[in-house]
Structures are given as structure tokens and as C-alpha cells.
């Protein structure tokens, strides 16, 4: 069955976004570590891990080391302005929800 939904890019990124979250919740508690440790501590396949690790260090979030991934110095000083962002999204998605919700209901 084919699925009709205006948000379906936006649900797929925000998988995306939840896997990164879990590997930089990880990697507050434990690092360096590298992508098998990973996969078996989110039980995230290795590849989506690699994909992952890569985003996150284009985004400078992370850095590798011979021992496994780190989190970078900028990441853990930003941590005030990472939380507003996911804020941010939160708040946005609500006004779209409820925009969604009142256009619907007046059909």
C-alpha cells in the first residue's frame, strides 16, 4: 500500500535525527568508542552508524581518534544552543500540527 502523507520526508529525517541523538547519548557516556560498540549499544545496524558518524563529523559534533568517535570541545560548549534548537523544532512542529488540525477540522 502506497502512503499519502505530506510529512513523509520530515518523519524519515526525523528517524535520522533520533539515530544521531542516540549515538551522541552514547558518546556522553562512554568514549571513545568505535562503530561495532556502537551498533551494539544503540542496536542501530553498522552501516546507518557509519552514516551517521559521518554526518556528525561534517557537522563537527564529533571526531575520530584511533580508540573510536569523540564528541568535540565546540559540541560540548554549544550544548545552551543545541537545546534551544531542538526546542525550536518542537515548537514549530506543534503550530503545523495545530494548523493541520483546525484546516481539517473545518472540512
Request: net charge negative; proline share 4%; hydrophobic share 40%.
Given at each position: 500500500?502506497?502512503?499519502?502523507?505530506?510529512?513523509?520526508?520530515?518523519?524519515?529525517?526525523?528517524?535520522?535525527?533520533?539515530?544521531?541523538?542516540?549515538?551522541?547519548?552514547?558518546?556522553?557516556?562512554?568514549?571513545?568508542?568505535?562503530?561495532?560498540?556502537?551498533?551494539q549499544e544503540t542496536g542501530i545496524p553498522e552501516h546507518k552508524i557509519r552514516y551517521s558518524l559521518r554526518i556528525l563529523e561534517q557537522e563537527n559534533i564529533i571526531s575520530p581518534s584511533r580508540e573510536g568517535a569523540i564528541?568535540?570541545?565546540?559540541?560540548?560548549?554549544?550544548?545552551?544552543?543545541?537545546?534551544?534548537?531542538?526546542?525550536?523544532?518542537?515548537?514549530?512542529?506543534?503550530?503545523?500540527?495545530?494548523?493541520?488540525?483546525?484546516?481539517?477540522?473545518?472540512?
Amino acid at each position: 500500500m502506497k502512503e499519502y502523507s505530506i510529512f513523509r520526508e520530515i518523519i524519515n529525517d526525523m528517524d535520522t535525527l533520533k539515530r544521531h541523538i542516540s549515538v551522541i547519548n552514547v558518546l556522553l557516556r562512554e568514549q571513545p568508542i568505535g562503530i561495532i560498540k556502537l551498533s551494539q549499544e544503540t542496536g542501530i545496524p553498522e552501516h546507518k552508524i557509519r552514516y551517521s558518524l559521518r554526518i556528525l563529523e561534517q557537522e563537527n559534533i564529533i571526531s575520530p581518534s584511533r580508540e573510536g568517535a569523540i564528541l568535540t570541545p565546540d559540541f560540548i560548549e554549544h550544548k545552551e544552543q543545541i537545546i534551544a534548537d531542538a526546542e525550536k523544532v518542537l515548537e514549530e512542529a506543534t503550530k503545523i500540527a495545530e494548523d493541520v488540525r483546525k484546516m481539517l477540522e473545518k472540512k
